[in-house]
């Protein structure tokens, strides 16, 4: 009788991974959104080119860099649910690398890494404009992005003695 009860939370804690499809589903929309925003952003940076200035080129070129960040962000997490979705991916030629070897450690790091890279070029953006920026907004961003990094450390540090202890 238990056995039966414990091979049916099995099988339904199993088959719940599918609950997350429609997400990820979701999740590819939304990196086609970016593309579009990506393309228009470059359609407006070409168009715009003869009368903008350095400042103006290095803004048009960081969007563009966030964009392309914001739109990585959204493949790691993609990617790491087709791996947990379907175990035929382990075994697709055409996958990048790290994936089907990516544990929860090595996929949290590359999450933070992405979000602490849009967040830099957020601050870049900001100091490329801080004549006209609100002082207590660019500190405001300064601590979020420490506040990341230090994140990102701790993560590590606690991943460290995790390791240390096995």
Do not use: C
Request: overall charge negative.
């Amino acid at each position: 009788m238990f056995q039966k009860f414990e091979r049916f939370i099995l099988t339904t804690l199993k088959a719940s991974r599918w609950l997350m499809a429609p997400l990820y589903l979701g999740l590819i929309v939304a990196l086609g959104i970016v593309l579009v925003e990506f393309y228009r952003e470059l359609a407006h940076t070409i168009a715009g080119f003869g009368e903008m200035t350095m400042d103006m080129v290095s803004l048009a070129v960081l969007k563009l860099i966030d964009l392309v960040l914001v739109g990585n962000l959204i493949f790691i997490m993609t990617a790491a649910g087709v791996q947990v979705l379907a175990s035929i991916a382990r075994a697709a030629a055409d996958q990048p690398d790290w994936m089907g070897n990516l544990d929860f450690s090595g996929l949290k790091f590359k999450i933070l890494a992405s979000i602490v890279a849009i967040a830099s070029i957020e601050l870049l953006e900001t100091y490329m404009n801080i004549a006209s920026m609100n002082k207590a907004d660019v500190l405001w961003k300064i601590l979020i992005l420490l506040a990341l990094v230090l994140s990102g450390v701790l993560l590590a540090w606690m991943d460290r003695l995790d390791t240390d202890r096995s």
